[in-house]
């Protein structure tokens, strides 16, 4: 079975930092891309940043300069790691499998992790 | 950048009824691309559709998808109470992946 369990959210100062993890199980981690999503209280979901298997690394212009997204393939796991935040960075933050057929969806989901912003 | 619109922004029908999503494009996208989410309330989203007309595994056959180029549909057929949440459309191009802003489904 397929789980991708999201940890390291917490309230954090403005400008301050943070760094989420992802622990994924019941599939060859290695092989497949990897995203993060973000959905701020009450609005819609926005895709943030993107890992493949080959480390090729894309992010949002929302985040980009500011965020790091990487993985750890010997320990399954993949990383953000969130630095100079804002208000506006206030979001569940979702581990994401993207599917390997090269279509682009999203296939698993994990449950999400709360990072609050706020003084 | 593609932008995805979603419309309306809430359906609000009775049990049994059908269901029509609407997903525009700002540009045309490849049918291959484009994927609907199902999210209900303290949920991660949950992927339905994807190809624009092929169902994920477990999907009820209640729901489909249709489409191409800069228009594409999700269908419920006979709604059920457990229909009722947040449906997303989500497509990829030039390296961005892109959400629609969401249709809510209520059931009355």
């Known amino acids: 079975e397929v789980q991708l369990v999201e940890s390291g959210g917490g309230l954090v100062q403005p400008g301050g930092s943070l760094r989420l993890s992802c622990a994924a199980s019941?599939?060859?981690?290695?092989?497949?891309?990897m995203i993060w999503v973000r959905q701020a209280p009450g609005k819609g979901l926005e895709w943030i940043s993107y890992?493949?298997?080959?480390?090729?690394?894309y992010y949002a212009d929302s985040v980009k300069g500011r965020f790091t997204i990487s993985r750890d393939i010997a320990k399954n796991s993949l990383f953000l790691q969130m630095s100079s935040l804002r208000a506006e960075d206030t979001a569940v933050y979702y581990c994401v499998r993207e599917d390997s057929r090269g279509w682009y969806f999203f296939d698993y989901w994990g449950q999400g992790t709360l990072v609050t912003v706020s003084s | 950048e593609i932008v995805l619109t979603q419309s309306p922004g809430t359906l609000s029908l009775s049990p049994g009824e059908r269901a029509t999503l609407s997903c525009r494009a700002s540009?045309?996208?490849?049918?291959?691309?484009l994927a609907w989410y199902q999210q209900k309330p303290g949920q991660a989203p949950r992927l339905f559709i994807y190809?624009?007309?092929s169902r994920a595994t477990g999907i009820p056959d209640r729901f489909s998808g249709s489409g191409s180029a800069t228009d594409y549909t999700l269908t419920i057929s006979g709604l059920e109470p457990e229909d009722s949440a947040v449906y997303y459309c989500?497509?990829?191009?030039?390296?961005?992946?892109?959400f629609g802003q969401g249709t809510k489904v209520e059931i009355k």
């Open positions: 989500q497509s990829y191009g030039r390296s961005l992946w892109t």
């Open positions: 540009r045309s996208v490849s049918s291959s691309y």
């Open positions: 190809g624009a007309s």
């Open positions: 019941g599939f060859s981690f290695g092989s497949y891309s």
């Open positions: 890992i493949s298997s080959s480390s090729t690394i």
